[in-house]
């Protein structure tokens, strides 16, 4: 049978969805596979995380005084601190909860990014346990939410919710409890920690109501997502057909 020809066989959902979720239950259950190419992976994660890093020193760098030229020292400590905190814890997480015995590369690559997102906020202004300690919460929220979502049928292969979304609200929220000047560790008041809570609440809100606006119109029209039989086929096969 040809794969132009799948696109007329007519299954009913329910059988669709049960097969679909016995099929994703024993891939991960009974095999250990990437589906990246780990190379490829290595190089762009390392690329994003000097990238990032320059756009941390380079910010911090326009807007300090000249009073303050420790500054990109320290950015650039907080920041190589973070990534590696959490890049290790992730692959000790995900070694944890496998049924292998080999540690998971693409999941100390997230993490890696994990600990960036955590600690960009606030990384020119708070000591070095501080950006350890907000690596770790990060890389726990991360793998605590990526699993939430499995459970709910959240389909997010890349993780970007988990990574960018919930790292980057406790980003905000970190800056609020660990700055060196006005967070509640150091000042004992709440005041810059409810302003950053408000402000993340705020951008998360936003995020959330633009997404709905370009994504549900796709949704309606049946262009979100591919048919069914596309998705057990695989896009791989399917497309080079």
Request: glycine share 8%.
């Amino acid at each position: 049978m040809k794969m132009r020809e799948l696109r007329h066989i007519h299954i009913k959902d329910k059988y669709m969805d049960a097969l679909i979720r016995l099929y994703d239950m024993n891939i991960s259950k009974y095999f250990h596979y990437n589906t990246e190419t780990l190379p490829f992976t290595v190089l762009g994660v390392m690329l994003i995380f000097i990238g990032n890093l320059f756009v941390n020193l380079c910010f911090t760098q326009s807007e300090m005084s000249t009073n303050q030229t420790y500054v990109p020292q320290q950015v650039a400590m907080n920041t190589v601190l973070a990534c590696s905190v959490s890049g290790i814890l992730n692959c000790f997480i995900s070694f944890r909860r496998s049924q292998t015995e080999i540690f998971d590369l693409i999941a100390g690559m997230n993490g890696l990014i994990v600990g960036y997102v955590s600690v960009s906020a606030c990384c020119h202004n708070i000591t070095a346990w501080a950006a350890i300690l907000i690596a770790a919460i990060g890389s726990m929220l991360q793998e605590f939410f990526r699993r939430t979502m499995k459970r709910f049928d959240i389909d997010d292969p890349m993780d970007s919710i988990s990574t960018h979304g919930i790292c980057g609200f406790w980003s905000l929220i970190a800056l609020g409890i660990f700055e060196n000047d006005s967070g509640f560790i150091y000042s004992g008041t709440g005041d810059k920690f409810g302003i950053q809570l408000i402000g993340a609440t705020v951008l998360m809100v936003l995020s959330i109501f633009l997404s709905l606006i370009f994504f549900y119109p796709l949704k309606s029209m049946g262009r979100l997502r591919i048919s069914k039989i596309q998705e057990i086929i695989g896009m791989d096969i399917y497309l080079k057909q």
